[in-house]
């Protein structure tokens, strides 16, 4: 499972912090709850390409003991399961859905230049499929205003909330993703396991 990393500074600044594993310890275990703090379980490398940034970080793990499951601490900057972080896609879709530009033009916006046009395309798919649903989880943060449709209202209440602040309630609070779960995945974000049938009687 992944749960949102409680700092909040710059991806550098996030590479040296990590380096302590008892300062941002759970203290308990979101998936069984048990009360006692987990324990450091090594780190995970996950790549991310961001402004000016395009590198590997690490991601700490945590395990309970009570469960035996693992815990990771994602940074609020990145998005599950994408390799791009928030500020590029949210500068693209700012670009591309809002003001109009090719999707070129949008890829330049994002310090993305040269991306392929499928990777935009992709990113707007999705958005557009999840756009509703982030109207209304983030009604609590912000009022909804007046747009032609769920599209630009959710692209303006993103821009008033901030697109990381509101990654940071979606994903911890409600579980929602900004570009919506891949389909391997549960509507909560985690890994659906199906049981197989039961035998007839």
């Known amino acids: 499972m992944q749960i949102l990393h409680p700092f909040v500074g710059s991806i550098q600044q996030y590479s040296q912090e990590i380096s302590d594993p008892d300062r941002y310890r759970p203290d308990r275990c979101p998936q069984c709850e048990a009360d006692r703090p987990m324990t450091a379980h090594g780190f995970y490398c996950r790549t991310l390409v961001d402004v000016e940034f395009d590198e590997s970080i690490?991601?700490?793990?945590?395990?309970?003991?009570?469960?035996?499951?693992?815990?990771?601490?994602?940074?609020?900057?990145?998005?599950?399961?994408?390799?791009?972080?928030?500020?590029?896609?949210?500068?693209?879709?700012i670009a591309r859905l809002l003001a109009g530009r090719t999707l070129g033009a949008a890829a330049v916006a994002a310090r993305l230049p040269g991306m392929p046009y499928q990777r935009g395309q992709f990113w707007i798919r999705?958005?557009?499929?999840?756009?509703?649903?982030?109207?209304?989880?983030?009604?609590?943060l912000t009022a909804p205003p007046p747009a032609p449709d769920f599209l630009r209202r959710a692209l303006h209440m993103l821009q008033a909330t901030g697109w990381i602040a509101a990654h940071r309630f979606l994903f911890a609070e409600v579980r929602?993703?900004?570009?919506?779960?891949?389909?391997f995945l549960a509507p909560h974000g985690r890994v659906a396991a199906l049981r197989p049938a039961a035998p007839p009687a």
């Open 126 to 140: 999705r958005f557009q499929k999840q756009a509703e649903r982030l109207c209304a989880a983030l009604a609590t």
């Open 58 to 93: 690490l991601v700490p793990r945590y395990l309970c003991h009570g469960c035996k499951r693992t815990v990771s601490l994602l940074p609020q900057f990145a998005l599950p399961y994408l390799r791009f972080g928030i500020t590029v896609i949210a500068l693209f879709l």
């Open 176 to 183: 929602v993703h900004l570009l919506g779960w891949p389909a």
